[in-house]
């Protein structure tokens, strides 16, 4: 592409997200993406500097301690990131109190309450146990883990800490779903889900860190987003016992850019997620969802939209900004009424489920929900009986 293409390409785009998100973060995600290093905010010693990050890429920057400086009274602490010209401009940009050489600075540093791991995939669940095992509150991105041993020992640690842990699965945080649960769960008799995705995921290159073989594949990168939903639209009624997961692949040796996921249960529940990520959709992640319940039906369009048609009534919701529940997740630690975390629990097990279903390039299998928290459970009281030895 030559250069003056691609500047009107990149001022168009600028223009498109200012129009979806606000100029504010709109700029706030182009100041992520060149971050001049001249940007720099004056540190304020009026705020208590409590919030620590590690992992200091584009989702911190544009997303994460953009919602914090906003809504947050306290104010933030250390940065960590294994590139430290990535913690130093998100930490000169945001006013951090100190840049962190090392990820013990940051989980020992006396002040510490609030930990955001905002790192790549493989390392999550070894930082949040680290962060729980000293009792500080924790906000990890998702997946939460992407082997089952981080999983369980990331399970344990919850259930020992007096600190508490929150999920970066935004999806049910957004206005779209908020409006929506109370028509499905004052539904006087409980019905089956017809829920229907459509994703057009970005484009990642074939040396991109979320290629790793250790990074858990897109299913954990991308897909759990709306596994964990669909976890999070069965609980309004109650799980099902079982879940038998059918996946059909576009090409088999890309078997996660494009791919449809069926889920049935035995509530008669019908799900499809169709992924696709043939082309970069040029503002960003796209996705529709349908939903039947009932006589209950309703259109997610990019969560800018929403409809809802009972009967005869119709009605229609613009969410200006777009609300994919980013704002709203990020500030779990600093709110009451969050979602319960064994609704994660349960996602990350389907998850990490599917994941396997998709390197094996099994066609079908069935997912046992009371079986798997069972084993679930047993695992995590073998690992009290007998503790291993992640620590930093
Ligand atoms: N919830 C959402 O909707 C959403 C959206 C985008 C990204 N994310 C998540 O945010 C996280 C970061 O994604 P991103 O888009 O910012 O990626 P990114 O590549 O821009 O940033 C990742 C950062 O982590 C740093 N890093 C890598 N390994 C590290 C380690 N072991 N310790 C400390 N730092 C390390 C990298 O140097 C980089 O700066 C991922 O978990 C991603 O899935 C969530």
Known sequence: MNEPLGIILKMLKLVRFARIYGWQRALNKAIA???????????????????????CGQFAFSSVCFFLRRHCQNGFLSAYDVNRQQAQSLGHYY??????????????????????????????????????????????????????????????????????????????????????????????????????????????????????????????????????LTIHLFAWRSLPDWIAVQIAYANPDEPDDNLVITFTTDQHDLVSMLFTSRAEPFEGVREVMHLQYNDL???????????????????????????????????????????????????????????????????????????ELRRLEADVEHLIASPSTVSF
Not at 104 to 131: E, M, Q, R, T, W
Not at 305 to 313: E, F, I, R
Request: glycine share 6%; hydrophobic share 40%; charged share 20%.
């Open 297 to 371: 039906i309703a259109h997610i369009d990019d969560f800018r939209q929403l409809t809802v048609h009972q009967g005869a009534k119709r009605r229609n919701w613009h969410f200006t900004p777009k609300d994919v529940g980013h704002e709203r997740a990020v500030l779990q630690p600093f709110c009451a009424d969050n979602r319960a975390w064994h609704e994660v629990e349960l996602s990350t097990l389907l998850m990490l489920f599917v994941r396997d279903q998709v390197l094996t390039g099994q066609a079908m299998s069935r997912f046992d929900v009371p079986a």
């Open 33 to 55: 993406r060149t971050r001049p290093h001249w940007l720099r905010r004056r540190i304020s010693y009026r705020r208590k500097a409590t919030i620590s990050v590690i992992g």
């Open 95 to 228: 006013g951090f109190r100190e840049i962190a050489v090392t990820v013990d600075a940051v989980l020992n540093h006396p002040s510490l309450a609030v930990l955001y791991i905002l790192s790549n995939h493989a390392s999550h669940a070894a930082y949040a146990i680290a962060g729980l095992q000293r009792n500080k509150i924790v906000y990890v991105e998702k997946p939460i883990a992407v082997t089952r041993d981080q999983f369980i020992e990331l399970s344990v640690a919850a259930r020992q800490s007096s600190g508490q842990v929150f999920a970066g699965y935004n999806r049910p945080y957004s206005e779209a779903i908020q409006v929506l649960k109370p028509y499905v769960i004052t539904q006087k008799t409980a019905g089956s889900f017809s829920l229907n995705y459509v994703i057009n995921g970005h484009v990642i290159p074939p040396d991109h860190w979320y290629r790793r073989p250790d990074e858990g594949t897109r299913i954990c990168g991308n897909i759990g987003h709306w596994i964990d």
